[in-house]
């Protein structure tokens, strides 16, 4: 058993074998013995955001699907919610469709609000969704904005926003719930 790449490249000098450091090094590396004992890695690259300080430079984006509201005779099926990574700044606006032409219009209508500090960035991170296709890629393109997909099982990339969805989640519902089940009892109803 040799514990690391040095160890055995010495042992194969001994016995005659003229093969490079970095091979038998990448060798050892791939066996399945010693992945299984090796040392766990100190350091795990993770994902940053603490070190974006420019404001509208980085934002992510998601849908925050509702039950099917109806207002003011329309039935909002979801919310967009958009971030600034470096100041934190959000926004939201209902939808009543998922298609890429209303999420495209909901970002027109955010990014050219005047009393609203967000503005065109020139990064977008947002989900693999189809609503982000479409029109609202032509968009972000017209305003020189790329769009960065994060991959389906990329928790952390997205992580900004996703906890921004649950805080908005948690407020939206604990009304919802509440005004239900005084509406469903007609003796709380006064």
């Not at 013995?33 to 980085?58: D, F």
């Amino acid at each position: 058993y040799h514990s690391n790449g040095r160890k055995l490249y010495k042992d194969l000098k001994k016995e005659g074998y003229r093969f490079p450091f970095k091979k038998v090094h990448e060798w050892l590396h791939n066996q399945n013995e010693w992945q299984k004992y090796a040392p766990s890695p100190k350091n795990i690259s993770r994902v940053s955001y603490g070190k974006i300080s420019c404001p509208n430079c980085v934002h992510q984006c998601d849908l925050l699907f509702l039950t099917h509201d109806h207002y003011k005779n329309k039935k909002w099926i979801a919310v967009l919610n958009i971030i600034d990574v470096a100041s934190r700044f959000k926004a939201s606006v209902p939808l009543t469709s998922k298609n890429s032409f209303e999420v495209a219009k909901a970002f027109k209508k955010i990014y050219n609000d005047p009393n609203n500090p967000l503005t065109y960035p020139t990064l977008l991170q947002c989900d693999g969704g189809k609503e982000f296709m479409g029109e609202t890629a032509r968009l972000m393109e017209a305003h020189n904005v790329t769009i960065r997909v994060i991959g389906a099982y990329s928790h952390r990339g997205l992580a900004l926003v996703e906890r921004f969805n649950k805080t908005l989640a948690e407020i939206l519902y604990k009304v919802q719930y509440a005004v239900e089940s005084i509406t469903s009892n007609p003796k709380l109803i006064r």
